[in-house]
């Protein structure tokens, strides 16, 4: 079963405009993060954001911030007033802490491509 | 510090051939992982390490194998090399606390012919 679901292939978006990046987990570990990466097209992996499941606030950095409605299971990835070097591919990721007898390994889902447009 | 290095950065490889990815950490972590990305996909999981000595398998584990005889280090050998392991191998690692981040290798380009 996929742990990690981003359902929005590629995304558009003006440019100073916000958007929503969309990500679903799978868990029954009650103590888990969840992480989103940027992947421009250079290839590099750039980690942007971290929010733990018994964090009591949304995460924020910068630009970006994240949604966790953990009763949902969603851990939505929020752009602020985009720029065009946000055009990259996203992904969102997910680890348990293996209490549960899961394991601690890192997974991430499809990615979301996002292209801002000028 | 040079974080997570990977090498080669590319290879082309014959069908049928062998080669080992090199990976290695300067960070002390003790979770590493190797991931393979095809084109315009997400990363899927070869294997992973928790520490030395222990290797454990990931979604795609076929025709590749790992050993953890370091921390520091944690390569990749590729035994009978086929078109189907065409991809960009991504090393990674991070510490075992669950709030950090996974730090990445700049990724090998493997194309097999």
């Known amino acids: ?118 | 510090n040079a974080g997570v290095t990977q090498t080669p950065k590319f290879r082309i490889l014959k069908i049928g051939q062998s080669m080992t990815l090199q990976c290695t950490q300067d960070m002390n972590h003790n979770y590493m992982y190797w991931y393979r990305q095809d084109p315009g996909m997400g990363l899927k999981l070869i294997y992973y390490s928790v520490g030395a000595g222990i290797t454990d398998k990931g979604e795609v584990p076929n025709g590749y194998n790992v050993s953890r005889s370091t921390t520091e280090d944690f390569p990749l050998r590729l035994e009978l090399a086929a078109p189907s392991q065409t991809s960009v191998y991504f090393c990674a690692s991070n510490l075992r606390s669950l709030g950090t981040e996974a730090f990445f290798g700049q990724g090998t380009r493997l194309t097999v012919v």
């Open chain 1, 1 to 118: 079963a996929q742990k990690i679901t981003q359902t929005q292939p590629g995304m558009f978006v003006q440019e100073k405009e916000a958007v929503t990046l969309d990500c679903t987990y799978d868990t029954s570990d009650p103590s888990y993060g969840l992480f989103w990466y940027k992947q421009p097209s250079s290839g590099e992996m750039i980690f942007l954001i971290y929010q733990g499941s018994y964090d009591q606030q949304n995460a924020t950095e910068g630009r970006y911030s994240l949604n966790f409605q953990k009763a949902r299971k969603s851990a939505n990835l929020v752009i602020s007033a985009s720029q065009l070097g946000d055009s990259a591919m996203y992904f969102c990721a997910m680890r348990e802490s293996g209490s549960q007898g899961g394991s601690e390994k890192l997974v991430f889902g499809k990615g979301t491509k996002l292209t801002v447009n000028p």
